[in-house]
């Protein structure tokens, strides 16, 4: 008899969508500004670097890999789950 069409439903739109909630939840964390007037995004803070006649390299490379990091630990503890959910919609059977 097998599955009814209500659980299969389920199990393939849960398998499918969960990598693309994982990506939105990693772009809403850490790329968007939080509502509060006095935060900005990533973008925007690295101007605080740039002067009128001068731009701090140094300093901007230095903020622009402390903003990567945490963006690299949460990939590695979901990176299982990202794999996971794409290959389940491209394996047949």
Do not use: N
Request: proline share 8%; glycine share 8%; hydrophobic share 55%.
């Amino acid at each position: 008899m097998g599955v009814p069409l209500w659980a299969f439903s389920r199990t393939m739109s849960c398998t499918v969508a969960r990598p693309p909630a994982a990506i939105t939840g990693m772009f809403t964390a850490f790329v968007t500004s939080p509502p509060s007037s006095a935060a900005s995004t990533f973008p925007v803070g690295l101007l605080a670097f740039v002067s009128k006649f001068s731009v701090d390299f140094g300093q901007m490379m230095a903020a622009g890999v402390l903003a990567l990091l945490p963006v690299c630990v949460f990939f590695v503890f979901i990176q299982r789950h990202l794999v996971q959910g794409l290959t389940a919609g491209a394996v047949k059977g």
